[in-house]
């Protein structure tokens, strides 16, 4: 992937100088190209958590809620940086906040989860 990535680079930066907006469909569709690769690698994941999961008793809730927060992640950090490359970093820093306040949120009922195992072991 790193090949797309640089090739994708090169490309972007010849076009910058002729045609700009070429440069920028090029960055952004070099970036699509890398994420859905990476998508299709979730299989795997999915299998080892799967695997994992027959060893030892998770409850699913607690995966899924692990699978959101990497989604999260991984949507708010290319839209910041998309953000960021078009010049408007005060959006980005928008992206940046609202994600740290949904993982926060979504994780919630874990960290419940935890203060209600601690408060058995108190009592």
């Known amino acids: 992937m790193g090949i797309i990535g640089i090739v994708g680079v090169l490309l ?7 045609k700009s907006q070429f440069a920028t469909y090029i960055s952004l569709a070099t ?12 299989t795997y994941i999915i299998n080892t958590i799967n695997t994992i999961m027959g060893y030892i008793s ?19 950090e290319f839209s910041a940086n998309i953000c960021k490359d078009g010049g408007f970093s005060t959006i980005a820093s928008q992206i940046e906040i609202f994600s740290k306040l ?3 949120g979504v994780s919630m009922p874990i ?9 058995s072991f108190l009592r």
């Open 58 to 76: 998770i409850e699913m809730d607690y995966l899924l809620i692990l699978a959101k927060i990497v989604g999260i992640t991984y949507i708010a």
């Open 111 to 119: 960290l419940m989860a935890l203060l209600e195992t601690a408060n």
């Open 31 to 42: 970036c699509l190209l890398i994420i859905f690769y990476s998508l299709s690698k979730l």
């Open 102 to 104: 949904a993982i926060l």
């Open 12 to 18: 972007a930066l010849f076009l910058k100088e002729t």
